[in-house]
């Protein structure tokens, strides 16, 4: 999934709001341990809800409103401890909150990792449509425009996505 990134547990979503990092001294550890940045979450509730910000300074993101690739991680390194659903809100110290959902398959040979969330466009977008059709793609629905209004996170994101990655 990418450089590796160096996850950083804090206990709720008050100190994650205000933490700061000095972005030029996480650039040059993250250059010399080899590392893409620094991902700071919260710990799952009951029902796998956490709060997380991505600080990427080596590739010139100071924080990331959305990183799937950080959720990943995350949702492989939760699935050996047996939490195998979370929706991760980001986003929200920037003004533009989003959730991306993560759930997970464990076996002793790999962890799958199913990701998916929702997006708002201001602008017209099309979706590639699967080569067979949603449905042929394990999808019953096919992909359902947002009818919120901008700048709402989806309390419920889709946990099923028509896509996933493995390592």
Not at 3 to 24: C, G, H, N, Y
Not at 133 to 145: I, L, M, S
């Amino acid at each position: 999934m990418g450089r590796p990134r160096i996850l950083v547990p804090v206990s709720s979503r008050s100190p994650l709001a205000t933490r700061a990092p000095d972005l030029e001294r996480l650039r040059a550890a993250c250059d010399r341990l080899g590392m893409l940045g620094c991902y700071v979450h919260t710990t799952p509730t009951s029902t796998g809800r956490i709060a997380a910000r991505m600080f990427a300074p080596s590739i010139r993101v100071a924080e990331d409103i959305a990183n799937a690739n950080s959720t990943a991680c995350l949702a492989a390194h939760f699935a050996g401890r047996g939490i195998t659903s979370i929706a991760v809100d980001m986003g929200d110290s920037l003004g533009n909150p989003a959730t991306i959902a993560a759930t997970t398959q464990h076996a002793p040979s790999a962890t799958t990792v199913h990701l998916g969330g929702a997006a708002e466009g201001t602008y017209g977008f099309r979706l590639p449509q699967p080569r067979n059709g949603w449905r042929a793609a394990g999808r019953t629905d096919p992909v359902e425009p947002i009818c919120e209004p901008a700048m709402k996170r989806n309390p419920d994101p889709d946990p099923f996505p028509p896509w996933s990655v493995s390592r």
